[in-house]
Protein backbone atom coordinates (compact mmCIF):
# COMPACT_ATOMS: atom_id res chain seq x y z
CA UNK A 1 0.00 0.00 0.00
CA UNK A 2 1.08 3.88 -0.76
CA UNK A 3 1.83 5.97 2.00
CA UNK A 4 -1.02 8.58 2.11
CA UNK A 5 -0.28 12.11 1.83
CA UNK A 6 -1.26 14.41 4.38
CA UNK A 7 -1.61 18.06 4.08
CA UNK A 8 -2.10 21.26 6.47
CA UNK A 9 -1.40 25.08 5.81
CA UNK A 10 1.43 27.06 7.29
CA UNK A 11 3.74 30.25 7.22
CA UNK A 12 1.80 30.89 3.95
CA UNK A 13 2.22 27.86 2.43
CA UNK A 14 0.47 24.48 2.21
CA UNK A 15 2.67 21.54 3.66
CA UNK A 16 2.42 18.17 2.15
CA UNK A 17 3.61 15.00 4.17
CA UNK A 18 3.65 11.43 5.13
CA UNK A 19 3.10 12.02 8.81
CA UNK A 20 2.31 14.97 10.78
CA UNK A 21 5.50 16.85 11.83
CA UNK A 22 6.01 18.74 15.51
CA UNK A 23 8.11 21.55 14.02
CA UNK A 24 7.07 23.07 10.46
CA UNK A 25 9.63 22.12 7.92
CA UNK A 26 10.44 25.51 6.69
CA UNK A 27 9.66 28.25 9.27
CA UNK A 28 10.44 25.52 12.05
CA UNK A 29 7.76 26.43 14.54
CA UNK A 30 6.11 24.34 16.47
CA UNK A 31 2.79 23.19 14.58
CA UNK A 32 -0.48 23.46 16.41
CA UNK A 33 -2.47 21.12 14.39
CA UNK A 34 -5.38 22.06 16.71
CA UNK A 35 -5.83 25.23 15.01
CA UNK A 36 -5.03 24.13 11.06
CA UNK A 37 -6.49 21.32 10.61
CA UNK A 38 -4.71 18.40 8.65
CA UNK A 39 -6.62 17.27 5.74
CA UNK A 40 -5.96 14.35 3.01
CA UNK A 41 -4.65 14.74 -0.45
CA UNK A 42 -7.52 12.41 -2.29
CA UNK A 43 -5.56 9.30 -3.35
CA UNK A 44 -6.02 9.09 -6.99
CA UNK A 45 -5.11 5.51 -7.98
CA UNK A 46 -7.67 2.10 -8.14
CA UNK A 47 -6.41 -1.39 -8.36
CA UNK A 48 -8.27 -1.80 -11.54
CA UNK A 49 -10.07 -5.75 -10.72
CA UNK A 50 -12.17 -3.82 -8.30
CA UNK A 51 -13.44 -1.41 -10.74
CA UNK A 52 -15.67 -3.70 -13.27
CA UNK A 53 -17.38 -2.01 -16.60
CA UNK A 54 -14.48 0.15 -16.52
CA UNK A 55 -11.39 1.80 -18.86
CA UNK A 56 -8.14 1.94 -16.77
CA UNK A 57 -5.05 3.39 -17.43
CA UNK A 58 -1.93 2.83 -16.26
CA UNK A 59 2.00 4.11 -16.81
CA UNK A 60 2.91 1.56 -19.62
CA UNK A 61 6.48 0.60 -17.57
CA UNK A 62 6.19 0.11 -14.06
CA UNK A 63 3.96 2.19 -11.74
CA UNK A 64 2.68 5.87 -11.93
CA UNK A 65 4.03 7.02 -8.43
CA UNK A 66 7.49 5.33 -9.44
CA UNK A 67 8.16 5.18 -13.24
CA UNK A 68 5.84 7.34 -15.03
CA UNK A 69 6.67 10.58 -16.48
CA UNK A 70 4.60 13.20 -17.81
CA UNK A 71 5.43 12.71 -21.37
CA UNK A 72 5.18 9.20 -22.05
CA UNK A 73 2.62 7.29 -23.43
CA UNK A 74 0.20 5.84 -21.45
CA UNK A 75 -1.72 2.17 -21.36
CA UNK A 76 -5.00 1.34 -21.48
CA UNK A 77 -7.27 -1.32 -21.12
CA UNK A 78 -10.94 -2.41 -20.15
CA UNK A 79 -12.42 -4.45 -17.31
CA UNK A 80 -15.10 -7.13 -18.01
CA UNK A 81 -17.84 -7.17 -15.38
CA UNK A 82 -15.91 -9.65 -13.05
CA UNK A 83 -12.98 -7.22 -13.23
CA UNK A 84 -10.53 -9.01 -15.43
CA UNK A 85 -8.62 -6.93 -17.61
CA UNK A 86 -8.56 -6.95 -21.69
CA UNK A 87 -5.55 -5.21 -22.96
CA UNK A 88 -3.59 -4.89 -26.19
CA UNK A 89 0.24 -4.04 -26.58
CA UNK A 90 2.95 -6.11 -28.64
CA UNK A 91 2.08 -9.21 -26.78
CA UNK A 92 -1.63 -9.58 -29.05
CA UNK A 93 -4.73 -9.08 -26.93
CA UNK A 94 -4.33 -10.50 -23.19
CA UNK A 95 -6.89 -11.01 -20.69
CA UNK A 96 -5.92 -11.21 -16.83
CA UNK A 97 -6.89 -11.16 -12.87
CA UNK A 98 -5.15 -7.49 -12.84
CA UNK A 99 -2.07 -8.19 -11.46
CA UNK A 100 -0.07 -5.18 -13.32
CA UNK A 101 -2.73 -2.92 -12.71
CA UNK A 102 -2.61 -2.26 -9.32
CA UNK A 103 -1.81 1.67 -9.39
CA UNK A 104 -4.04 2.69 -12.56
CA UNK A 105 -6.84 5.44 -12.93
CA UNK A 106 -10.58 4.88 -14.03
CA UNK A 107 -11.46 7.47 -16.91
CA UNK A 108 -14.97 5.88 -17.65
CA UNK A 109 -17.02 3.61 -16.53
CA UNK A 110 -20.62 2.37 -16.51
CA UNK A 111 -23.22 0.91 -13.89
CA UNK A 112 -24.28 -2.36 -13.52
CA UNK A 113 -27.38 -1.93 -16.00
CA UNK A 114 -24.92 -1.77 -18.55
CA UNK A 115 -23.44 -4.80 -17.88
CA UNK A 116 -25.16 -7.23 -20.70
CA UNK A 117 -24.38 -4.47 -23.37
CA UNK A 118 -20.81 -4.41 -22.01
CA UNK A 119 -19.92 -7.54 -22.07
CA UNK A 120 -21.63 -7.91 -25.68
CA UNK A 121 -19.13 -5.43 -26.96
CA UNK A 122 -16.09 -6.82 -25.37
CA UNK A 123 -16.96 -10.21 -26.49
CA UNK A 124 -17.79 -8.96 -30.15
CA UNK A 125 -14.85 -6.81 -30.12
CA UNK A 126 -12.12 -9.06 -28.91
CA UNK A 127 -13.06 -12.08 -31.22
CA UNK A 128 -11.94 -9.81 -33.94
CA UNK A 129 -8.28 -11.69 -35.12
CA UNK A 130 -6.74 -8.42 -36.08
CA UNK A 131 -5.82 -7.89 -32.12
CA UNK A 132 -2.64 -10.27 -33.31
CA UNK A 133 0.64 -9.22 -31.40
CA UNK A 134 1.84 -9.51 -35.61
CA UNK A 135 -0.54 -6.59 -36.33
CA UNK A 136 0.45 -4.07 -33.50
CA UNK A 137 1.79 -0.69 -34.76
CA UNK A 138 2.88 2.05 -32.14
CA UNK A 139 1.02 4.56 -33.90
CA UNK A 140 -1.62 2.77 -36.06
CA UNK A 141 -3.28 0.16 -34.11
CA UNK A 142 -2.60 -0.40 -30.28
CA UNK A 143 -3.84 -0.05 -27.13
CA UNK A 144 -6.23 2.89 -27.87
CA UNK A 145 -7.34 1.40 -31.01
CA UNK A 146 -8.47 -1.52 -28.95
CA UNK A 147 -10.70 0.74 -26.59
CA UNK A 148 -12.05 2.99 -28.48
CA UNK A 149 -13.48 0.06 -31.15
CA UNK A 150 -14.65 -1.18 -27.71
CA UNK A 151 -16.66 2.23 -27.18
CA UNK A 152 -17.73 2.74 -30.50
CA UNK A 153 -19.37 -0.63 -30.45
CA UNK A 154 -20.64 -0.26 -26.63
CA UNK A 155 -22.20 3.48 -28.01
CA UNK A 156 -23.19 2.77 -31.42
CA UNK A 157 -21.65 6.02 -31.72
CA UNK A 158 -17.83 6.17 -33.40
CA UNK A 159 -15.06 7.18 -30.93
CA UNK A 160 -12.26 8.66 -31.67
CA UNK A 161 -8.37 8.96 -29.69
CA UNK A 162 -8.19 12.51 -29.91
CA UNK A 163 -11.57 12.93 -29.00
CA UNK A 164 -11.82 10.42 -25.96
CA UNK A 165 -8.80 11.51 -24.46
CA UNK A 166 -9.78 15.32 -24.89
CA UNK A 167 -13.27 14.29 -23.08
CA UNK A 168 -11.99 11.61 -20.44
CA UNK A 169 -8.38 11.50 -20.09
CA UNK A 170 -7.12 14.68 -20.47
CA UNK A 171 -8.18 16.36 -17.21
CA UNK A 172 -7.54 13.47 -15.05
CA UNK A 173 -3.80 13.54 -15.96
CA UNK A 174 -3.64 17.34 -14.55
CA UNK A 175 -4.59 16.45 -11.43
CA UNK A 176 -2.59 12.94 -11.48
CA UNK A 177 0.82 14.96 -12.67
CA UNK A 178 0.16 16.76 -9.17
CA UNK A 179 -0.09 13.94 -6.91
CA UNK A 180 2.97 12.21 -8.21
CA UNK A 181 4.85 15.11 -8.00
CA UNK A 182 4.02 16.07 -4.74
CA UNK A 183 4.96 12.04 -3.86
CA UNK A 184 7.90 12.19 -5.55
CA UNK A 185 9.05 15.27 -3.47
CA UNK A 186 7.79 14.32 -0.15
CA UNK A 187 10.13 11.23 -0.88
CA UNK A 188 12.88 12.98 -1.62
CA UNK A 189 12.95 15.85 1.04
CA UNK A 190 10.52 14.75 3.60
CA UNK A 191 7.93 17.48 2.28
CA UNK A 192 6.48 19.13 -0.65
CA UNK A 193 5.26 23.02 0.14
CA UNK A 194 3.37 24.87 -2.29
CA UNK A 195 2.65 28.37 -2.07
CA UNK A 196 -0.53 29.50 -0.47
ZN1 LIG B 1 5.68 27.13 9.09
Not at 11 to 21: A, E, K
Request: aromatic content about 14%; overall charge negative; charged content about 25%.
Amino acid sequence: MDELILGFRHCGSIIYCFQLPQLCPICKNVVSFTCDTPFRLPYPFVKAHQHPLSIVLKSTKGTFLEHYSCNEDLHIGITDCKGKVYEYDSDGLKKSNGEEWLQSIVVYEKSEEWSYDWSHALRSVASDPKWRSENYDEQTLNCFSFVTEFLTNLNCVETKKEQFCEEFVYKKIVSLNKYITVHRNIVKDGYCNIKN
